[in-house]
Structure formats: structure tokens, C-alpha cells
């Protein structure tokens, strides 16, 4: 099923609504944001120089530190009684980037995630149990509205205690999970160790997962020890929050919503465009935002293009799952390690399950690097010389596939400390 007549459009028909729809933004926020007309000046720039989508190399771009250096309205294109709803990061990095929506704006946003649900096969039948995080987070009013909007029946859980989350879905019939995939990892656990079974007790068809970088293996066993469709997800609080695309029955690509937010990959370190199919930082200008219209947004995640025609008839270019974010990036002895490619490989080992940290130190003037994971509970403890055998595999398999030389330390099953939200997979102290 598809929610719209836009998300099929033959894509002449969609280039032409794209620039008919960047014309009025960039009039918008030429006219209404002073820190737009400064940039555009200073990039020696007026809206009418823009004559095609390929014109838009000319922009400059938007960074995370433009919205906190206007903080809390600054970046606004409409005057305050316009606006319906405000969301807000929650500022632990410095000033927190503040967002608003026009009543237009959640209209957009929740037309994008009935076309979210709609991809996942979600109609008035089934009950979302939502356990992203309400409040000023976009996560869970975002998801909330779109299964709304589809008419489905919405369970508002949010994140955190777990065994009644589990005894919620149980008793609720829900049907479909929404969640961050590693909190739907530590509730199967949570769920086998109350005695569920996961198979029986639940009636999960699917979840929507998202919110943070998942390698294949992570998403595979989701989707084993649920035993569900996996559907992963992707936004931004300053494009719009959850929605901004989605991925369907029929690839594990996300479909972009072209319509609304118009992608490019650049290379991060120079700011060129790439062409599709090579890996750089995705930017996003949106097409249809009042209240907080933003040009050619560096997202900071590290994604590939790819135009190729989906089986499922949607027309719109679809991303590769993000594979990490430029600022997580490390760099260990100059060699550049992302979670999500030490999680891959850790998923290829049988014995040990993807519950993990990576933590990077100096020894003397050189980087070091530790991967703590967790074995499984058929893995015993008190077998030194299988455990020895084990590390081995591991830093051979680090080494061979990343080129990196990391000491693995092997813990016992739960013992690293579990996120109710996004999973904390990286501590630097090179940096404390």
C-alpha cells in the first residue's frame, strides 16, 4: 500500500514540484530569516540565481552551531502566533537547538509518517506500542501522530521500565514495536528472563526501528529473537523529526521523502557533492517547512544515494542505513573506525552477543583501543583456555576486516550497563 500520489511520481513530475517548492523556501527565508540573507550575501547569492536543483551547490550550508548561535528563534521564518509546537534538543553539548512547526508543519510531518506506517503495512487493525521518548524529543509525539493518522491504535509507553512495557504489549495485543533497536534488544532479554515466551506471548508483526547507527547484524537479530519484519527509520529534530524516510517490504534501503526534503552527499572534509552511490555526509534542505525552513542542513551521518527504481513503486531515492556520524568518528593511530563497521564484525561471531563498548585511550603518545563485549550464556566463564581462544578471534577479526589492532576484553552476559534510549557504544578518554 502507499499513503500518497507523490511518493510515485515519475521523477520529471517530481524535479519540477522540487524546484517549484525550493523557489518559495528560499523566498521565505531570504525575506523572514536574517541569518539566511547575511549567508546568502556572503556566499554572493540572491534567491533568482537558483534557476535548476542543480543550482543548489551554490547555497551555503547550515550547521547544528548556526541553530544554537540563534537561539531560541533566530532561525524562525514566521512571527510567534504561527507557531503551534516547539521541540528542543536537550542541550548537554552546549545551547540546545530549538525547533517549531507551523500548523502546516505537522501536517507535512504527520502525512510523512502515515507514509511511514503505510510502508510497514500499519492500517487501523494494528496497535503501535511506541516506546520512543516523549516530551521535548521529536521521537514520540512524531510517531505518535502518524500512527494516529493511519488510525491505528497508539500505546504511548515511552522509554524506560521495562516489565511494564513487556506486560503492556502482552495484555495490549500490540502488534507493532517502535523503539530504538537496542532497547528492543534489551527488552527480549528482559522478556526471556521473566519467563515470555517471545513467540507466544506477543503478537509482533513488525517494529520501526531507528534513532541511532545498527549494523546488519544487530538488525538481523531483532528481527530473529522477535521474530518480526524490521523496518528501520530516519530523521532529524532539524528537518523534521522521525519521517524524514523509511524503509519498505522490499529493501532494507530508506525511501527519501523527495517531496519535502531534498538529499545530497558531500564529502565532508572538502563540501563537494558526490555523485550517487559514493559514501559522504548527507545534507538536507527542506522543501515545505514555515516555520523553521533550513538550506542544505549538514546532518553529520555518513550515508550513500541510490537511485535505482524500488520494486515496491515508490520512485523516490532511497539511503543506505547510516553507517556512522562524522563527529563519532574515531581515529585511532590515523586509521578511521565507525561502531557500526567494529558491531558488523562482532555480529559474524556466534559466542558473543552485540551488547558492547569501545573505548579509546592513550598509551604514551599512541591511541589504544579496547572492545568490551559481552559472551553469550552458552559461553562458559570458567573455560580460560576457550575464552583465550575467543580474544583471539576477535582482534584477528578486528584486524583483518578494519585494519585495526584493539585489545578485546570479554564480559559476562548483562553486565554492561543497558540504555533506555539510544545505546552508548563509544567512551573516548582521549577527550575527558
Known amino acids: 500500500m502507499i499513503w500518497s500520489k507523490e511518493e510515485t511520481l515519475p521523477r520529471e513530475a ?3 514540484l522540487q524546484f517549484e517548492r525550493l523557489q518559495e523556501t528560499l523566498m521565505r527565508v531570504y525575506h523572514n530569516v536574517p541569518f539566511y540573507r547575511e549567508a546568502f550575501e556572503d556566499a554572493g547569492v540572491v534567491p533568482k540565481d537558483i534557476r535548476s536543483m542543480a543550482d543548489i551547490s551554490k547555497l551555503p550550508f547550515t550547521k547544528k552551531q548556526d541553530l544554537r548561535d540563534n537561539y531560541p528563534f533566530g532561525m524562525f521564518a514566521v512571527k510567534q502566533d504561527a507557531v503551534v509546537r516547539i521541540h528542543s534538543s536537550s542541550g548537554t553539548t552546549g545551547k540546545p537547538t530549538v525547533v517549531g512547526y507551523t500548523r502546516s508543519d505537522m501536517n507535512v510531518w504527520n502525512e ?8 510497514c503495512g500499519v492500517n487501523s487493525e494494528d ?7 516523549y516530551g521535548l524529543f521529536t521521537g514520540g509525539l512524531g510517531v505518535h501522530n502518524g500512527a494516529e493518522t493511519v488510525g491505528a491504535t497508539v500505546v504511548p509507553s515511552s522509554g524506560g521500565f521495562t516489565s511494564r512495557q513487556l506486560l503492556l504489549m502482552k495484555d495490549f495485543g500490540a502488534t507493532v514495536l517502535t523503539s530504538t533497536p537496542s532497547f528492543a ?3 527480549a532479554e528482559a522478556a526471556k528472563e521473566e519467563g515470555y515466551d517471545l513467540h507466544k506471548d506477543f503478537q509482533l508483526k513488525c517494529g520501526i526501528f531507528g534513532a541511532e547507527p545498527t549494523s546488519e547484524g544487530l538488525k538481523k537479530e531483532v528481527a530473529q529473537v522477535w521474530g518480526i519484519d ?3 527509520i530516519y530523521g532529524l529534530s532539524e528537518i523534521i523529526g522521525p519521517g524524514v524516510s523509511n524503509s519498505c517490504k522490499e529493501s532494507p534501503l530508506l525511501h527519501i521523502f523527495e517531496d519535502h526534503f531534498y ?3 558531500i564529502d565532508p572534509k572538502t563540501g563537494e557533492v558526490l555523485p550517487y552511490g559514493e559514501k559522504g555526509e548527507l545534507v538536507i534542505t527542506s522543501l515545505t517547512k514555515q516555520a523553521l ?3 542544505r542542513y549538514r546532518t553529520g551521518d555518513i550515508t550513500a544515494l541510490d537511485p535505482t527504481p524500488c520494486r515496491c513503486g515508490r520512485t523516490h531515492v532511497r539511503m543506505h542505513s547510516v553507517m556512522g556520524r562524522v563527529d563519532d568518528m574515531l581515529i585511532v593511530n590515523g586509521v578511521n573506525v565507525f561502531p557500526s563497521q567494529v558491531e558488523h564484525v562482532l555480529s559474524s561471531i556466534d559466542e558473543i552477543s552485540l551488547n558492547y563498548q569501545i573505548i579509546a585511550d592513550k ?3 599512541l591511541d589504544v583501543l579496547e572492545v568490551m563485549v559481552e559472551v553469550t550464556e552458552a559461553m562458559p566463564m570458567d573455560s580460560l583456555g576457550a575464552l583465550e581462544k575467543l580474544q583471539k578471534h576477535i582482534q584477528h577479526a578486528l584486524l583483518s576486516n578494519l585494519y585495526i589492532n584493539a585489545k578485546v576484553k570479554l564480559v559476562e552476559p548483562r553486565s554492561i550497563e543497558r540504555s533506555m534510549g539510544k545505546a552508548v557504544r563509544v567512551i573516548d578518554k582521549r577527550s575527558l
Not at 112 to 119: E, L, N, S, W, Y
Not at 127 to 133: C, F, Q, S, W
Open 293 to 295: 525552513p533550513i538550506i
Open 263 to 265: 538529499p545530497e552527499i
Open 127 to 133: 496497535t503501535v506500542h511506541n516506546a520512543y521518548g
Open 112 to 119: 510523512v509518517m502515515a507514509r511511514v506506517f503505510t510502508m
Open 230 to 232: 524490521y523496518h528501520e
Open 14 to 16: 517530481l524535479h519540477a
Open 185 to 187: 534488544l534489551h527488552m
Open 363 to 365: 598509551k604514551g603518545y
